[in-house]
C-alpha cells in the first residue's frame, strides 16, 4: 500500500552535484515527518536529514551539514535531498524514509545508489 520510490542517484565525481527525489504513495504525505538515510559499504546505516511535516523544520548530520539540503513538495507528494559539494565518502545506498521518531521509521524506500568518484 505505501510506497517510498528513490530516484536520481547515480555516478559523480567529487565536488559534483546530485538530487535525489522520494515520490510518496498510500499515504497521506503532508502529515508525516520525512528524511534520509544512507549506508556507505563496509558500514551500518546512518541518519542523514530530516524534515517537519510543514518542511519549516530541518535536521542535518554533522557529516553533511552546510552540504546536503533537503526539502519537500507536498503537492507533489516528494520529499528531495541536494547534494553539492560531494565527496568520495559520501558514497553510499540513500534511503527514503517517512515517519521519523529519533531512529525510528514508520516506512522505508528501496533505495538508490550514489557513487562518487575521485
Known amino acids: 500500500q505505501v510506497q517510498l520510490v528513490e530516484s536520481g542517484g547515480g555516478l559523480v565525481q567529487a565536488g559534483g552535484s546530485l538530487r535525489l527525489s522520494c515520490a510518496a504513495s498510500?499515504?497521506?504525505?503532508?502529515?508525516?515527518?520525512m528524511g534520509w538515510f544512507r549506508q556507505a559499504p563496509g558500514k551500518e546505516r546512518e541518519f542523514v536529514a530530516t524534515i517537519n511535516w510543514s518542511g519549516g523544520s530541518t535536521y542535518y548530520a554533522d557529516s553533511v551539514k552546510g552540504r546536503f539540503t533537503v526539502s519537500r513538495d507536498n503537492a507533489k507528494n516528494t520529499v528531495y535531498l541536494q547534494m553539492s559539494s560531494l565527496k568520495p565518502e559520501d558514497t553510499a545506498v540513500y534511503y527514503c524514509?517517512?515517519?521519523?521518531?529519533?531512529?525510528?521509521?514508520?516506512?522505508w524506500g528501496k533505495g538508490t545508489l550514489v557513487t562518487v568518484s575521485s
Open positions: 524514509a517517512a515517519g521519523l521518531k529519533g531512529l525510528s521509521v514508520d516506512y
Open positions: 498510500g499515504l497521506t504525505f503532508s502529515r508525516y515527518d
